[in-house]
């Protein structure tokens, strides 16, 4: 009977036989795999000796086998791992020594060893496909693809694995879901900003309508007001004065009564003339019956009384006929213009300039004070609140963009400012207006003034119109892309943006009235289309140059749209870049 300590000794020795017979055939492998070996030498069924050559047409394989992007494995039935290349190895991050031997189940994710389990004990299939994770060395379980095949040898089964790593293709599956969430939601940001912006358009122009509507109201309000202190309080108080007067008339009344009655008269006088300065303030009595140009003289010698000398300089003798809404927010412009010159720059002197130019009335107030920041105080309200100055500017250029208008701005710092209110004339004739065009000649600008331009906002433009610009006439039926068009060209001094239309009829009935010589004309509106409308320009307007735009430039779109009559067909992405440069070739191109 063998006792326990002659058992574990058996054992032992058993162990350390088993583990010399694995490194040799670690050794083994390891010289196969490396190509040192090219033959085996094995003792043959009749005791005899058997050579195994490993060259010729098996190195190529074996080659390939190790040197494969993929993982490659075999297993014996049991799922021990019998092989394997160098990529399994490095994949799963186990020296090799300690690969060759292991379970393959072991490697397998806890979640997923029945799986394979059942796959590789399976007697029906041949081969099997399954995705899984394998556990790695140092813990982190990776995506692989497992692509196996039955394989028998003898009596020996074999499973030879392909094990690929899918975490490449998962990234790039999580990066493609990823782009198309993304799409979707740029698609939907997109949609919910084009949304937001044309409410915020929408609301914009509501609450300038309703500015204009209380703007127009104010000053009816004022009118009537003016006119009840004028008929009824002015009316009392010179009637008490002329009744004061008759009984100074009187004879034998006392001297003290006398001097009483001077005193009240005195006191009736200065009620009657502070009477008539509300009145004057809160309109001016002569807009309606002496004109516009009369109102601002007298609007200059009131100014007096804030210490302010005003000049009115004009180019023709002729006054300035308006409609009276019109003439009345333009004077309150120009006197609320001189109160911020009076209270704020510390300035002495004002020149107001009235000047026509093509079809439009430009009124510039100027005086060399202070200056200021034109971007803080034409935005209307400052850091703490809102500031008297800033929203008086802004309610001055939302009234006027309410009449169609503009207030442009240029200031700087101790070099003064320069504010110009720019009003459309429309249907005004040249005979109500005086002369226009070249023959109007602009006020002499000193040095100092054309030295303004460091503190110039975004409705600045050159005091000094060119000689000649060119007129333009935008069509498009997106609000924000006139708007993008418009703030290209207005940079540029030689091109004046003569106005704006939605569709093919408006730019028609637009051309009539605002005579532009190049019209930019969008394809796809609604009512009339780019080509149907560049068609009628070209038929009744001959003088008149059309350059097509369009998201689509070129095929059967760019053929229609010339032939149609246009000069040419510019993408809506190249027209930042290319509208100046093309309208000027097209200037350049026309018979002279």
């Known amino acids: 009977m063998i006792n326990e300590s002659d058992a574990i000794e058996e054992l032992r020795r058993e162990n350390e036989s088993l583990r010399i017979r694995l490194e040799e055939v670690t050794e083994v492998l390891t010289a196969i795999r490396g190509g040192a070996v090219d033959a085996l030498v094995v003792e043959g069924p009749d005791g ?15 080659a390939f086998v190790e040197s494969m992007n993929e993982g ?20 799963i991050g186990t020296p090799l020594e300690q690969t060759i031997g292991m379970t393959f189940l072991n490697l397998v994710a806890a979640e997923d060893r029945l799986q394979v389990e059942m796959l590789l004990n399976q007697e029906r299939d041949n081969s099997l496909r399954a995705e899984l994770l394998l556990q ?7 995506p692989v693809r497992l692509s196996a095949r039955r394989l028998s040898e003898k009596s020996a089964i074999y499973w030879c694995i392909i094990v690929t790593d899918l975490r490449g293709e998962k990234l790039q599956h999580t990066l493609r879901e990823s782009e198309g969430r993304l799409k979707v939601f740029a698609t939907n940001l997109e949609q919910r900003v084009q949304e ?25 309000e004022r009118k009537r007001m003016a006119r009840e202190l004028h008929d009824y309080p002015a009316q009392l108080l010179a009637l008490s004065i002329m009744k004061l007067a008759q009984i100074k008339q009187q004879k034998g009344i006392p001297p003290i009564i006398t001097d009483l009655v001077y005193k009240v008269q005195e006191l009736i006088v200065e009620a009657l003339n502070y009477t008539r300065t509300l009145v004057s303030d809160l309109t001016p009595p002569m807009l309606d019956e002496v004109g516009f140009l009369s109102a601002l003289r007298w609007l200059a010698e009131q100014m007096q009384r804030h210490q302010l000398s005003v000049t009115i300089e004009m180019r023709q003798e002729e006054d300035i006929k308006l409609p009276g809404e019109h003439a009345l927010l333009l004077f309150q412009s120009v006197r609320e213009l001189l109160i911020n010159v009076s209270k704020h720059s510390g300035a002495e002197e004002a020149t107001v300039s009235l000047y026509r130019y093509d079809d439009e009335l430009r009124i510039e107030v100027k005086d060399s004070g202070a200056g200021f920041d034109v971007f803080t105080k034409a935005g209307g309200v ?13 309610s001055i250029r939302e009234r006027m963009q309410a009449l169609g208008g503009s207030l442009e701005l240029e200031s ?11 009003l459309p004339l429309g249907e005004v004739s040249g005979k109500e207006l005086g002369v226009r065009g070249e023959e109007a000649k602009e006020p002499e600008i000193s040095h100092k003034a054309r030295g303004m331009s460091a503190g110039r906002s975004e409705y600045a433009l050159p005091l000094t119109p060119p000689a000649s610009r060119v007129r333009v006439l935008l069509v498009d039926d997106h609000a924000m892309v006139r708007q993008g068009l ?26 009539a009235t605002r005579q532009p010589e190049i019209v930019v004309m969008d394809i796809n509106m609604p009512k009339m ?35 149609a009559g246009a000069s040419v067909l510019l993408s809506k992405e190249a027209a930042v870049d290319q509208l100046y440069e093309t309208i000027q070739a097209v200037q350049k191109a026309l018979p002279t």
């Open 529 to 563: 289309n780019g080509i149907q409308a560049t068609s009628a320009i070209r038929n009744r307007y001959p003088d008149v140059t059309v350059i097509g735009l369009s998201v689509q430039n070129g095929g059967e779109m760019q053929q229609a749209m010339l032939k």
């Open 136 to 142: 790695q060395a140092y813990g982190t379980a990776i």
């Open 382 to 394: 400052k850091a703490g609140g809102v500031n008297g100055v800033n929203f008086g500017l802004f």
């Open 48 to 62: 005899g000796e058997q050579v195994f050559t490993l060259d010729g047409a098996y190195r190529p394989y074996r």
């Open 412 to 422: 700087a710092a101790e070099q003064g400012t320069r504010a110009t209110l720019v």
């Open 486 to 511: 418009r703030s290209v060209l207005d940079g540029y001094a030689d091109i004046e943006v003569v106005g704006e239309a939605s569709n093919g009829e408006e730019a028609l009935a637009d051309i």
């Open 72 to 91: 490659a494995v075999t297993l014996s039935r049991d799922g021990t791992i019998a092989y394997c290349n160098r990529q399994f190895v490095d994949l």
């Open 196 to 220: 937001r912006t044309q409410e915020l358009i929408a609301s914009r122009e509501r609450l300038r309508a309703l500015a204009n509507e209380l703007n127009v109201t104010e000053q009816r």
